[in-house]
């Protein structure tokens, strides 16, 4: 089995080779399938291939974590051996990479959803416990916060009780994911941009100039507060170890296979659970995707198959062996509804956005 993790970087060769290699409409061969994307979804899709190679008896899938959008540029580079068969994704496909896809000739997209994740923010077992509400978010870690007179200055606090006066009085320091990453453009719009709702001052600025409000919200300091991790989220796990008083922001799934080293805190008296994330209740979780060029299906070996593997009852099912990884498995009835979109590779419209 291939299990290749690339960094960020990686994703610009493979748009190279995309772009001199087969162009769109252009088909050869290839061994097996290839699959890249989120380092969220890496590990599914990695254990999906393993029990696809050992029933199949086929060549291994070739699963890379680029990040959501290092993959989906990959993929979106044309169809033909040199790009993906599938681009693995921890948010939803963007409007402008959709036209990217479709103006390269990618035209038959198949969206589905293969189940849930929640992002965590976490730190060492033996750190104190915080208890994450309101603004707390907002005012530690964006560039720039409220100042006098209606201005916005550059962010003064260092320490969590500083921010909010119930949290530890220990240093700011959040390890967390890059700007190609998936689990970033999750963190700015389900952490971030409530946490500056709950700011008056931003409030009404969402109402009054929702582009500057999304611009103070998604800007992350630059100062050391917060700290690019690449995409490897196993590494801010092994951080948060090393480094005392450090906190880390990654997905559930690497939370459920690292509890004797890390936990995770409560955000809005919520703490991330498998109920919690499923059901909506916990704040900061979102959906993984999975996108199948559908011009490959047929021309790709055991393309087909492989897809209907990760929609099966024994691995995307409650109980599944995904579950076992981390994954929170879709509710009974939207797990039906897109193994039917994976049966029928049913192609999706222009997203919204």
């Not at 006066?165 to 967390?176: D, E, F, K």
Request: proline share 6%.
């Amino acid at each position: 089995m291939t299990r290749t993790l690339l960094a960020a970087a990686s994703a610009v060769a493979l748009l190279a080779l995309g772009a001199c290699g087969d162009g769109a409409g252009s088909q050869g061969s290839r061994a097996g399938i290839w699959a890249a994307g989120s380092s969220t979804v890496f590990p599914f899709a990695t254990r999906v291939a393993e029990n696809f190679a050992r029933t199949s008896g086929g060549a291994a899938p070739r699963v890379e974590s680029l990040g959501t959008g290092g993959g989906i540029q990959a993929f979106c580079q044309g169809v033909g051996p040199s790009t993906p068969d599938i681009a693995n994704a921890s948010r939803q496909m963007k409007a402008s990479e959709f036209e990217l896809c479709r103006t390269n000739g990618v035209t038959d997209i198949v969206e589905i959803k293969i189940g849930y994740d929640g992002l965590v923010i976490a730190t060492a077992r033996n750190a104190p416990d915080y208890g994450f509400t309101g603004d707390d978010l907002y005012l530690a870690l964006a560039k720039q916060v409220p100042g006098p007179n209606g201005s916005f200055i550059a962010n003064p606090n260092t320490n969590w009780s500083q921010v909010n006066p119930g949290l530890p009085a220990t240093r700011i320091q959040v390890y967390g994911p890059p700007p190609t990453s998936g689990t970033r453009d999750s963190w700015l719009e389900l952490a971030m941009a409530p946490s500056a709702e709950a700011v008056p001052q931003m409030a009404a600025l969402a109402k009054s100039d929702a582009d500057r409000f999304e611009g103070l919200a998604h800007t992350l300091r630059e100062d050391g507060a917060w700290v690019d991790s690449g995409e490897n989220d196993n590494a801010i796990v092994q951080t948060l170890s090393r480094t005392p008083g450090s906190t880390g922001v990654f997905g559930y799934s690497f939370l459920e296979q690292n509890n004797d080293s890390v936990k995770a805190h409560s955000v809005n008296g919520v703490m991330p659970t498998l109920e919690t994330i499923a059901s909506g209740e916990y704040p900061v979780s979102r959906s993984m995707f999975i996108y199948v060029k559908k011009q490959h299906v047929g021309v790709t070996p055991g393309l087909e198959q492989f897809v209907m593997e990760f929609m099966s009852e024994a691995a995307a099912g409650r109980g599944g062996y995904l579950q076992d990884r981390g994954l929170v498995p879709l509710l009974q009835a939207e797990l039906l509804t897109q193994r039917a979109v994976a049966t029928a590779l049913t192609p999706m419209t222009v997203p919204a956005e």
